[in-house]
């Protein structure tokens, strides 16, 4: 059976918030998530409608933990879990708690700062907010490493069969599974670095962003260790953020994948190392400060879970 996804397969827009909450204990959370659910779809019906050029709409994903205190459909998506942190000799993959996440874009930011507001309206007598962040699109898609990131995302029919659910988990189609996490820089240590370094450690060219031959990349680079196969994809939309007077710098990283395993995978790769010890260069410079797994419903499963 085919049901409608949320809009996980989206490209990147020029807008975006991010938000994570925390349920508060002790509480009646279920009528606050009812009203959640149908305001999600609400509200991506009347953005296309009011702003039909603006690409806008809002993602909900829900986490193991409220999956289960909010009681809801059983057995549970096959992946669906609290991210385990990955810990490789230098770098770990921290897990970190979150009960819902909220994905914003557009391109205007009025529009994302609304939905948000909506949000959080009915969020906040029951939840903590316990992450936001404003990512923008810096230049051509650059990260704040200076690098365009997300060239080779899969595109066209790709996106659907790499971040949706199929018949491989009956009950689940049309969902998809979101992993986040929230990376800061060192950007004295990267600046320090020559152009050429840099690229050695993205394994593409920095100003026109071409891939290396096999032969140059070096095998710690992160394209090397990230890319672990052509059947093997996500379909990922970071953002970078910063605060400069801050010097805080970094890329909320964040996918969507048809089977969380595949995500796994490509941050073993990253942080255990493969070999093991052959960990992604890009963590000297970058570290990860959460982690955390949702699940995506499809927008049919939401409307059951609106009652
Ligand atoms: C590729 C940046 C974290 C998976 C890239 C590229 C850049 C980049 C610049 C090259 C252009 C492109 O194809 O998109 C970053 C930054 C990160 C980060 C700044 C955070 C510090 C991650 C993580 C994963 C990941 C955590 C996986 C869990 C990938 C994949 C590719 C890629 C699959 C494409 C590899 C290929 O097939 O060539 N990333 N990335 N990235 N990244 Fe990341």
Not at 113 to 127: C, G, H, N, Q, R
Not at 175 to 191: C, E, I, P, T
Request: glycine fraction near 8%; proline fraction near 4%.
């Amino acid at each position: 059976m085919s049901l409608k996804p949320q809009n996980v397969t989206d490209y990147p827009n020029i807008n975006t918030i991010f938000q994570v909450w925390k349920f508060k204990e002790n509480l009646e959370i279920q009528d606050s998530f009812q009203r959640l659910c149908a305001l999600v779809l609400n509200l991506n019906n009347s953005v296309v409608n009011r702003f039909p050029d603006s690409r806008a709409s809002c993602i909900i994903g829900i986490g193991f933990e409220a999956w289960k205190r909010l009681g809801l459909k059983e057995p549970l998506p096959k992946e669906l879990e609290n991210f385990t942190e990955i810990k490789g000799d230098k770098h770990t993959a921290i897990s970190t708690f979150g009960d819902l996440h909220f994905h914003f874009r557009a391109d205007d930011y009025s529009i994302c700062f609304d939905m948000a507001i909506e949000i959080s309206k009915i969020l906040t007598p029951v939840a903590e907010s316990i992450e936001e962040i404003r990512g923008f699109k810096y230049w051509d898609n650059r990260s704040v490493l200076g690098f365009v990131d997300g060239t080779e995302n899969p595109h066209g029919k790709d996106r659907d069969v790499f971040a949706i659910i199929g018949d491989e988990d009956v009950g689940y189609s049309g969902g998809s599974y979101l992993f986040v996490q929230k990376y800061l820089h060192n950007m004295d240590a990267w600046r320090g670095l020559s152009t050429e370094d840099q690229e050695k450690i993205i394994g593409r060219s920095k100003e026109n962003d071409i891939e290396m031959s096999d032969e140059v990349k070096p095998d710690n680079s992160h394209i090397a260790l990230a890319n672990i196969g052509d059947d093997l994809k996500i379909v990922r939309d970071n953002m970078p953020f910063g605060r400069p007077s801050s010097n805080e710098f970094g890329t909320y990283f964040i996918s969507y994948a048809s089977s969380f395993s595949t995500t796994r995978k490509m941050l073993e790769n990253m942080f255990v190392g493969n070999p093991k010890g052959n960990y992604d260069r890009i963590l000297d410079f970058s570290t990860a400060k959460t982690g955390s797994l949702f699940f995506v419903p499809s927008k049919d499963l939401l409307d059951e879970f609106s009652g």
